[in-house]
Nanobody
């Protein structure tokens, strides 16, 4: 059972930057898992933000492409989400997810079984 813990959320001004981290209890890379970031704003459905898979494949939602960067660190059981040029519309709870999913479905919420508890990002 993979446990995921997010960190790095907080409050930032419009145009600012934040970096989120997600630590997995086991090496998801060795399992060939994709790891992804999702977010859920108040009153809205959860949406995929960015994903990185064992193949090196990455994917981004159109709303964050060019502003957010997902990466995996050398230990391969931590992923990070660098968020630049943040806007109020980015305000949400950000969740980390992991599972053995295809590259093509790496931003599909329903394909993920393991989830973190979320970290709040507020842009004002």
């Amino acid at each position: 059972h993979v446990q995921l813990v997010e960190s790095g959320g907080g409050s930032v001004q419009d145009g600012g930057s934040l970096s989120l981290s997600c630590a997995a209890s086991e090496s998801t890379y060795d399992r060939g898992y994709c790891m992804a970031w999702f977010r859920q704003a108040s009153g809205k459905e959860r949406e995929g933000v960015a994903a990185i898979c064992g193949s090196g494949y990455t994917d981004y939602a159109g709303s964050v492409a060019g502003r957010f960067t997902v990466s995996r660190d050398g230990a391969k059981n931590i992923i990070r989400l660098q968020m630049d040029s943040l806007a109020p519309d980015d305000t949400a709870t950000y969740y980390c997810a992991a599972d053995l999913v295809t590259d093509a479905s790496s931003l599909f919420e329903t394909d993920y079984y393991y989830w973190g508890q979320g970290t709040q990002v507020t842009v004002s």
